[in-house]
């Protein structure tokens, strides 16, 4: 039996995406919140679900592990989007990347003055072409997680982070005060596997596209 395998991540990615598996008639066997599994069964024998880390999504997909993906804007920049084809922005898991920073600190003023300034983040390669393009002088500090943590304890300046409620940044002192790029998931496929596989996972593309094209805009 040919199979198609689809990897993505748990949390909003994962729940986001149920409706959309539902209307392809694609129903996981196992909830990844409390099960320990990482390759999901479903009501269909030949469609499975990888669960994977966010950031390794792309990766699956690209060495064809998995035929399909869901996965951020944020993370396909990062990885580059090598050997992906990206048909559909699925417009679930909404947020925005942007320039946060301590209440107190004049990023305005900082910028104008062409101080250089430390910035903190996940995403070294989308900060490097954002504050190029502006000319602003950074220092990038790398880290894997809790940007907001950098600045309260003098690692950095500002952060680059996203952003949906404002919540985390509100409740660590900090505020908004560049919006570099809206976020959202979007379908990826492996460029062979668009091939090999194409009576699997075309129709899985066309029912996702006539899904989202039904949805008003949110
Ligand atoms: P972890 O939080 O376990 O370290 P992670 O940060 O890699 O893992 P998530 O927080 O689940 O994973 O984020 C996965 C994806 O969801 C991100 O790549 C991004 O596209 C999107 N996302 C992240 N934060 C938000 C948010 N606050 N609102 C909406 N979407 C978000
Ligand atoms: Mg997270």
Do not use: W
Not at 185 to 192: E, K
């Amino acid at each position: 039996m040919e199979r198609i395998t689809l990897a993505l991540s748990k949390g909003r990615i994962f729940t986001e995406t149920l409706p959309l598996l539902a209307a392809a008639g694609i129903v996981p066997q196992d909830d990844p919140e409390t099960s320990r599994r990482l390759i999901l069964e479903t009501n269909r024998p030949e469609v499975r679900l990888l669960i994977v880390r966010a950031t390794d999504v792309p990766t699956y997909v690209q060495y064809g592990a998995a035929d399909l993906g869901i996965a951020g804007r944020d993370v396909l920049l990062e990885h580059g989007g090598q050997g992906l084809y990206q048909p559909l922005d699925l417009r679930i898991a909404r947020c925005r990347l942007c320039v946060a920073v301590p209440e107190g600190f004049d990023y305005a003023a900082a910028v104008r003055l062409g101080s250089r300034i430390r910035v903190a983040t996940k995403y070294l390669k989308t900060a490097k072409a954002h504050f190029a393009a502006k000319g602003v002088h950074v220092d990038l500090i790398k880290l894997y997680g809790s940007m907001e943590l950098a600045p309260l304890v003098g690692l950095a300046d500002a952060i680059v982070d996203l952003v949906s409620s404002g919540n985390t940044l509100r409740a660590n002192r900090l505020v908004e005060v560049e919006e570099i790029m809206p976020i959202s998931s979007r379908l990826i496929v492996n460029q062979a596997a668009l091939k090999l596989k194409h009576a699997l996972v075309q129709p899985v593309i066309d029912t996702f596209a006539e899904t989202l094209h039904d949805q008003p805009d949110a």
